[in-house]
């Protein structure tokens, strides 16, 4: 029996002990339990929470799923409230591999993020601040939520950037983002690494860099392929009027903002127009095309607005310049909306371009003021235009040759800054032997008569002075030609006898034109009084007597004059008496 006794009381103990290890095993198993199911509630509320305040935004989340051997948290509708219905950030799914400190210390740590479909409004605010920045950014003194991520990964994700610095707030929107970015903590400044790529509005866009948000600063690489100018219309009309209504961009460019940059805003890079069309926006007509527009060198910064370009290539180009009505031209599209005057002043903007080449260009030139529009074309335009500057007055040396429509030569030589503050230059333009049925509408408007025949060639020379026009023009007329008269009123100039009177032997006809012309208000100058003055000084300027002259073409033509007689003697005073009063009208027009 005691035998017995000592052989079952440790069995007994031993029991004892395996119920309570038993108890107490199945007691931290269902805390375990409970701490694993109260751990997605937990983070849900503690995240919630600590976004809520740091965003000042409200946060919600669908659910949480907690992976504890994996270190694994996955958030299902993750989404922090913007305006309206759209939040501005949301993501369908986020899987963050987690430290476990975070738990029980500030802040939160992870080793990786990966975002699924999430879609972020970065908004740039009129103050220049950013709206997220309380969310990502740190002061670097402790006193923001830590945060640290090794690596980020998003996936077909969606980035607007919406800029409300300007007068009308611009969007530009990434879709189909892939991005990776690595080594963020907001404790200090230091910025972190980012690359990426999207489809943007049809094209793509890949960039690499760095980025930070506070203070905020970004520096990065974009690669841009095949992305629609109409693109970027927002933000080129704060440089010129003309809308972008085709054409593809290729660019390759350096993008550095904030602490990057001291000059604000600034750009570096090159790129490619393809396909251009520009439309005047107020009338929806194009103003110009081009196969290819190549720009090299190109900076703009934003503190002090500046363009400047070292080199663009303009392959056949094709530009419309119109006068109307009420002698206005269509070339204030190329001005920016707010400028005055053709400087730089009333926008603030400066723009230098070194060099400008154009071949194979053209130009469809219409003047409406006139009772039958005048039309010529200009093509095979090859040359250069260097150093064309609005912050100051440069020289602007242009060179340029191609033909008329009727295949005509030109030449246009000269010194033409149309950027700076006035219209300031030296221009000759030399056309040769040009149809002369080409300008009938102006002969009809200031000569009166139609036009049947002739050519002409044109030595024009041309000095703009503080928006001034002075031209001297030498004008040559072979063979000139004229119809019946369709206009009495243009002038009171018995035209085809003074031109018979200036006609050469071999039917060639010199004028020299003087005119002065207030381009602010061209509509002041008497053209008829221009040309009529011409015509007067070549009559003076004839070698035998302009009187002799005048009266044997009187003779001969036998024309009448006003109550002349048909007698031998009346006729011969009266005629006598015509080649006196011809002159004198000639000379006498102002």
Known sequence: MPHSHRSTAPSARQRRLGIALSMLAALVLLLLIAWLWALPAYIDQRLSQALTERSGRQVTID???????????TLDGLRIAGQADTPVFSSRRVVAILDWHSLFEPGWRFERIDLTAPRLQLIWR??????????????????????????????????????????????????????EARDYDNRDDRPFTLQGQAKWNGGTLKGNGEMGFAPWTLDIELDADQVPLTTLSGYLAQVVRAAPAAGSLGAQIRLRAGRASDTGTRIHGQGEIAGLEMRDPATDEPVARAERVSITG????SAQPELIVEQISLAAPWLEVTIDEQLDTNLDVWRPPQQTGGGSEGTGIRYTFDTLIIERGAVAFTDRHLPRPFEIDFSALNGKWQAI?????GDGQLLLEGQVSDGSPLRIEGAFDPLSDALNGNLNLHFERLDLETFAPYLRKFGGYAVEGGQATLNLDYRLVQGRLIAKNHVVLHRLELGEEVNASATDLPLKTLLDVLKSEDGVIELDIPMHLPLDEPSAVDFGSVIGQAIREALENLVTSPLETLSAVVDDDGERRENGTEDGSGESDKRSEAGPALYERARTIQ
Not at 63 to 73: A, G
Not at 389 to 393: E, I, L, T, V
């Open 298 to 301: 190109l900076t703009f910064t």
């Open 63 to 73: 659910d949480v799923t907690l992976t504890p051997w994996r270190h694994q948290v």
């Open 126 to 179: 009129a103050s220049g601040e950013w709206n997220l920045v309380k969310l990502f950014g740190g002061t670097g003194s402790g006193e923001a939520m830590p945060l640290r991520i090794t690596r980020l990964t998003v996936s077909d994700g969606r980035l607007d950037w919406i800029n409300r610095r300007l007068d009308e707030p611009l969007t530009l929107s990434l879709q189909r983002l892939d991005l």
């Open 389 to 393: 500057n609005s912050a100051q007055a």
